[in-house]
């Protein structure tokens, strides 16, 4: 009872005195989830000993609050705001003084809840499923994406019985805390210190008491990840940086992918044989051999494409598929297998030795051409947590939208669609335009595969840029997986008429086109902050576009219409020379160019864009008022206001009783409203299209 009484004191003055108003309590169908509800945010508010809630709440009133996995917490300062369900929750809470039997309830409500809410949703589903005597009830994810190859993963979710997780600590895991969870049958794996967590294989039964612990932060799936030419440099203007010197040197990135094959010729320094590839790590554990014992760092064939776009010197096409950024160097980050599978601990540990190794090889941008799909809040997933730790770290990071613009879920028209960890805020998230076969960028479309915004739950708008991600052709991984798959898609050099190069369509193409354009002006100056990077290369983005196009998916012969608004093209498409050639500069703060938020307005039908609603800084100079970054110099006029664009027939605009509306904007579309993700990410028929899109592209 003392601990009762001491969060009942918490409570009520928060409750009353603040008037927090809780989406949650909105419709609650009987008693005992009124009990579980109240006692959720009776614990949350207990568990703040330094009232961090309240503090961000008199920073900004208006602001939407995520708490650890509990969702938006809406936050108006007026006493009204307080509905029927809070005093109903508050009345129940009073009664347990009178009906000490009644207590017990409450707080084995409260422990339960409590534990429900530091898991992720479909940890939590499967905690209920369990407990409900159904074990092997378990909930499927639909799989990860290969951002530029073919195929969905394996479900993140074992048989039932047991499940790979991070769990998220109060503060960097201790010898106590791992063994706190091997003691309820957990297997240890992995620290990752960079998001405070550690990765195990628990038993599903004993996830509702780790949960429960003081010291845990929140558990969420060790989710499957995968992997998401000649035209390309001239479409965004590369050639006329190399023609001026920049070419990169003496700029790392770090490639984390399925690895990088650098015995090609095209990863040569200039003045010799020496590979650019500065370091090899694998985190996936798997076989980097041949069948004849040569180490072979890319058995799928993806990063050492990837590698060839940003970077690869076009030695052995004479030039015609030279990289964007032809000498810069890599450090090699293998975390994904020969099927181009991996997961979240995996590429959170690759992102946390990249850090580590930074001041070593100056390393200064990450490649991340991989994805999947988004099952919470940025705030509460530990990969959109390690890419801001990276960040913040002084390290562009620089990630694939994803290839699920085709899926059309109740009418959705392929919005809602970003993945992780692209759907973070913070890093640079990049979208694939068609370069249509010629050299001008002025005929060059959206390609229809490319993943449109806003992200899931948290509505940020994205893609921030895009670039040629369609039947890109570079460097081959011979003997890997992809090219036994696709044989067709072998291209020659013309250096010595052997199939050097490989075609491959994707985001996962266009993501490493933006990443050798950061490499060029770091290059230029390498005092330029990430922010600053981002802001330069989104204001500078070339911004004329039509209102619609269709393309065709040559595999099926289906047809797609695009709409060339915020959610599909971001700030426009990536234009190296003229931000070579800019010299503006945006505030050196982390933050500073933090993607907004879309916010609609339910009774005017509205949409509007908020600075943003990062846990890192709520202001950003590049969504102010000022000339330099202002809206229309970012978004340009015609895609933020152009009638048939913004404001035109696409779904995200249209009549909200429309199903594919609520899917994009969920239910409650107000400040806090929840966005409709098991419909979009629950189908996984809906989304095996997108296989397709890596070997035949777009027309």
């Known amino acids: ?132 005597g159904a074990p092997n009830a378990v909930p499927r994810s639909s799989g990860s994406q290969n951002l530029g190859s073919p195929g969905l993963g394996s479900p993140d979710l074992g048989s039932g019985s047991w499940v790979r997780v991070i769990v998220q600590f109060q503060q960097r895991p201790a010898s106590e805390h791992i063994a706190r969870v091997q003691n309820l049958g957990g297997r240890f794996h992995r620290r990752l210190d960079l998001v405070q967590s550690g990765v195990f294989t628990v038993p599903a039964s004993a996830l509702g008491e780790i949960a429960s612990a003081r010291e845990v932060r929140f558990i969420s799936l060790d989710h499957g990840l995968e992997a998401a030419d000649d035209l390309t440099n001239a479409a965004v203007g590369a050639d006329v940086a190399f023609q001026s010197g920049h070419d990169g040197t003496g700029v790392t990135v770090a490639v984390i992918d399925s690895g990088i094959n650098d015995t090609n010729p095209d990863f040569f320094q200039s003045t010799g044989s020496a590979s650019r590839v500065l370091y090899h790590q694998d985190f996936t554990g798997t076989s980097i051999q041949d069948a004849a014992g040569n180490v072979v760092y890319d058995t799928y064939g993806h990063g050492t494409h990837v590698a060839g776009i940003l970077g690869g010197n076009g030695k052995l096409s004479n ?167 696709y044989p067709d898609n072998r291209v020659s050099g013309v250096a010595d008429g052997n199939f050097d190069y490989f075609t491959l369509s994707g985001t996962s193409m266009a993501t490493p086109v933006v990443s050798g354009a950061v490499a060029l002006l770091l290059q230029q100056n390498a005092a330029l902050t990430p922010d600053q990077i981002k802001a330069r290369l989104m204001k500078t983005a070339y911004k004329t576009f039509p209102g619609s196009s269709v393309a065709m998916d040559p595999v099926t012969g289906a047809t797609y219409t695009s709409y060339y608004d915020m959610f599909t093209v971001g700030a426009g498409y990536l234009d190296v020379g003229a931000g070579l050639q800019n010299t503006d500069l945006a505030a050196a703060t982390v933050g500073a160019a933090l993607s907004p938020a879309a916010l609609y307005d339910a009774t005017s039908g509205t949409v509007s864009l908020a600075d943003g609603n990062s846990v890192v800084n709520a202001s950003s100079v590049v969504w102010g008022n000022s000339v330099v970054w202002g809206n229309s110099v970012v978004w340009g006029n015609s895609v933020v206001w152009g009638n048939s664009v913004v404001w035109g027939n696409s779904v995200v605009w249209g009549n909200n009783t429309l199903a594919g509306f609520s899917v994009v904007w969920g239910n409650s579309t107000g400040n806090g409203g929840t966005a409709g993700s098991s419909v979009v990410w629950g189908n996984s028929a809906a989304l095996s299209q997108a296989s397709s899109v890596a070997a035949k592209g777009d027309e």
Request: proline fraction near 5%; aromatic fraction near 8%; charged fraction near 15%.
């Open 1 to 132: 009872m003392p601990v009762f009484w001491q969060w009942l004191a918490t409570f009520l003055p928060n409750l009353f005195h603040s008037s927090i108003r809780i989406s949650e309590l909105a419709i609650i169908p009987d008693m005992e989830l009124i009990v579980q509800r109240f006692a959720h945010i009776f614990v949350r508010l207990s568990e703040d000993p330094e009232d961090t809630v309240q503090n961000q709440i008199r920073n900004n009133e208006t602001r939407n609050i995520h708490a650890a996995g509990h969702g938006f917490f809406p936050v108006k300062f007026f006493p009204m705001q307080i509905g029927p369900m809070h005093i109903v929750a508050a009345v129940v809470a009073l009664l347990t003084l009178t009906f000490p039997a009644m207590s017990q309830v409450v707080l084995t409500a409260t422990t339960r809840a409590a534990a429900m809410a530091k898991l992720s949703p479909e940890l939590a589903e499967l905690s209920r499923s369990t407990e409900m």
């Open 319 to 485: 030039g015609k598929y030279r990289g964007v950024a032809a000498n810069v160097n890599f450090v090699d980050l293998r975390v994904l297998d020969q099927n181009g599978g991996g997961s979240d601990s995996n590429v959170i540990a690759a992102i946390q030795q990249a850090i580590s190794l930074k001041s070593a090889y100056n390393i200064r941008v990450i490649n991340l051409s991989l994805g999947r799909p988004v099952w919470n809040y940025y705030a509460s997933d530990p990969l959109c947590q390690a890419v801001e730790a990276a960040w913040q770290a002084g390290i562009v990071v620089v990630v694939a939208a994803g290839n699920y613009g085709r899926l059309d879920v109740d009418g959705s028209d392929g919005y809602g669609t970003i993945t992780a960890p692209g759907n973070d805020p913070l890093i640079l998230t990049v979208g694939a335009m068609k370069s249509m076969e010629t050299t001008s960028r002025t005929d060059d479309l959206i390609a229809s595969y490319s993943s449109k915004g806003p992200t899931t739950y948290d509505h940020v708008v994205k893609p921030d840029i895009l670039a040629p991600g369609n039947l890109v052709n570079s460097v081959i991984a011979h003997g890997s997986t992809l090219e036994a798959e």
